[in-house]
């Protein structure tokens, strides 16, 4: 797997946090018809189309317990390539079954394995749709912007109220573009369905399919829990993402 392709991933449902100021009318109606939960079960196909050379295709599966805790599955062409248990103080282990190796850390180093490092990212549009529930945006009917200090965000909003497409900019220009399509309804919340991100810049495309979300009143104790094999190999952080990412694109 190339290294733009779990980059993509981690960095394609981002949230931004805001002040305690107040949400306007419309964020309100927003947040109505998304919804929120704390507990989910779900399935995505990610797709990557590079501007060069052949695409990638592979399936997560994420599951988040009611405590905080998160489990993470990735798979290609059948087979796991990534297993990880995320606690919630952050702490994490993670396993490649097929290089046969397994780490542990805390979540916050810049050695963190890819896919973990932004996995809170990630649950944030699961969990409470393209706009976080710690986010206090400005706007209007058309498009709501909100920031944390780092990033910067605006949301547009299509004609029927749903968001179709969010800028995220950091040093006063756009970093990431995503659009959104296809909104469903899955157990009392509205998601999209379709995720496209672009990096201005680059002519690839990362697409994601939520091919299931479900909200469940617990996780059993069974699925969240982590079986390690016997005979891996016990590296650090940094070395089990190198064997993650696999070599570098030439």
Do not use: H
């Not at 976080?132 to 944390?148: E, F, M, V, Y």
């Not at 800028?167 to 909104?183: C, I, K």
């Not at 697409?207 to 469940?216: E, F, K, M, N, V």
């Amino acid at each position: 797997m190339t290294r733009f392709l779990v980059v993509a991933l981690a960095l394609v449902l981002a949230g931004c946090a805001d002040g305690p100021r107040p949400d306007g009318p419309d964020a309100v109606g927003l947040r109505a018809r998304l919804g929120s939960v704390d507990v989910i079960s779900a399935s995505l196909l990610v797709q990557l189309t590079p501007a060069k050379g052949e695409g990638e295709l592979f399936t997560l599966r994420l599951w988040r317990a009611g405590d905080g805790a998160v489990r993470l599955r990735a798979q290609k062409l059948d087979v796991d390539f990534l297993d990880a248990l995320v606690r919630p103080d952050g702490g994490y282990e993670a396993v490649l079954p097929r290089e046969r190796v397994a780490t542990t850390g805390k979540l916050g180093s810049p050695d963190d394995p890819p896919l973990l490092s932004d996995l809170r990212l990630l649950l944030s549009d699961l969990r409470d749709g393209p706009l976080p529930r710690n986010a206090t945006p400005d706007g209007d009917a058309r498009r709501l912007a909100w920031s944390d200090g780092d990033w910067t965000a605006e949301l547009d909003l299509a004609a029927d109220g749903l968001p179709s497409a969010k800028r995220l900019s950091a040093g006063g220009a756009v970093q990431r573009e995503v659009a959104y399509a296809r909104w469903q309804a899955y157990e009392g919340l509205t998601r999209p369905s379709q995720v496209r991100l672009r990096f201005p810049g680059d002519d690839g495309v990362t697409a994601i399919r939520l091919r299931s979300l479900d909200t469940p009143p617990v996780i059993s104790p069974e699925r969240m829990a982590l079986r390690v094999p016997d005979g891996v190999e016990r590296v650090e952080p940094a070395e089990f993402s190198r064997r993650m990412l696999g070599p570098a694109p030439e």
